[in-house]
């Protein structure tokens, strides 16, 4: 049944225009003619063979779709329907998309925001995801709202991105809505939350999908961050200690020395306590914890790191004999290592590592480095020559 008849005839001019535009790039079609006059005339070429006669069309829907629409329905269909059938036997991503933009051109229709909604939420291509966004951003249904607020505060980054640059530059009803959007969109004008008084919020987003831009953002009032977090740090994940460790020891917070003792009693983070204690205004008030760490601790990348804090170590030999690679660079690198006896067997060491690090500290005794070497540049193994020649190098 066909419905205002000038608007079918505004449609069918509008459709005229996109297939005589195609026809330029066609030549085979340039004989052909699209009448559409009713809606069968519709649905036929939505659905032909002919790839020209759709794309035209879906063209003219996406353009004028009250036009479309008014030629009415045909057999119990109309062109809703017609589009969703479409859309569900189509895999061509180029026509799909067609498909898709006359479908989101058309008015609000339960039928409508389910098909888009169901793309949004199943569908792997970012191109429709973008496309039936900007349809459904536009709907009032609280519902279409709801389901788009769940992909925003999902751990789908790249879905939350979409919904976040859709809203960005504007306030939220709730905090943990606006704080996504800060933290997700690419530009956000609204009010950020407060760390001191929405502290669960944060606390969650650095534990989520967006922490780093969460550490960004509060990384910009360093202090009152670090005092905040602080005193919530039984709250915080391994990864948040470490970033706050980091940037107290980047700030020279005045709370560095409280959380070095705190990550100092913590075995996972001895690491990043030494590295945050060779700090040079806290150092002199760890130098004791460093010399047992380097003398005692079981683990030798805890050993070979508070070596290289400045913990003296209190057997040089111990660690230049250390089954662990780790601790004797450290010890040749840090203990101030000039027994040039000691040097030269270390520099034919089976271990490249440990010939390169003798080799450093032998080019630090100058002429007498070189002298010292001199006799391995006969040696029989290739890679002691080559660590001379190094240290001849300079």
Known sequence: MMQHPEMAQQFEAAISAQFASAQAFDADAATSELRLETAADLFA?????????????????????EAALALGSHQNRDLIAVLRSELEHVFSPEMRMYLLAALCAM??????????????????????????????????????REHL??????????????????????????????????????????????????????LTELR??????????????????IEILFAAWNKLNRDTRVWLLELATRSESANLSSLTDLAMRDEQLQLEAIR??????ITAQYRQQLEQLA??????????????????????????????RTVRIAAIQKLGIHDQS?????????????RSAAAEQLSTLGEAGKRAVQPLLDHARL????????????
């Open 45 to 65: 070429a939505i659905e032909s063979n002919d790839l020209l006669t759709r794309l035209s069309v879906l063209e003219a829907i996406a353009i004028d779709p």
């Open 107 to 144: 008015p609000s229709d339960p039928r409508l925001t389910a098909a888009l909604e169901q793309i949004w939420f199943l569908s792997e291509d970012t191109n429709e995801r973008l496309c039936v966004l900007r349809r459904l951003v536009q709907e009032k249904n609280s519902a279409v």
């Open 149 to 202: 607020e769940r992909s925003l505060l999902g751990s789908d980054s790249d879905r939350a991105q979409a919904v976040a640059n859709a809203w960005q530059g504007s306030n939220q009803d709730s905090s943990t809505v606006n704080l996504r959007l800060a933290l997700a969109a690419e530009y956000f004008s609204g009010s950020v939350p407060d760390l001191e008084q929405h502290l669960e919020l944060w």
């Open 208 to 225: 989520g999908a967006f922490a780093d831009r969460a550490r960004e953002w509060l990384e910009l009032q360093p202090e009152p961050t």
């Open 276 to 281: 945050a204690a060779s700090t040079p205004a």
């Open 295 to 324: 003398n005692h601790n079981p683990n030798p990348d805890v050993r070979a790191a508070a070596i290289r804090a400045g913990a003296a170590g209190n057997n040089r030999t111990r660690a230049l004999q250390a089954s662990a």
């Open 342 to 354: 000691t040097l030269l067997e270390l520099l034919q060491d089976g271990d490249w590592r440990i």
């Open 383 to 394: 890679e002691v020559r080559m660590a001379a020649a190094r240290v001849l190098q300079g």
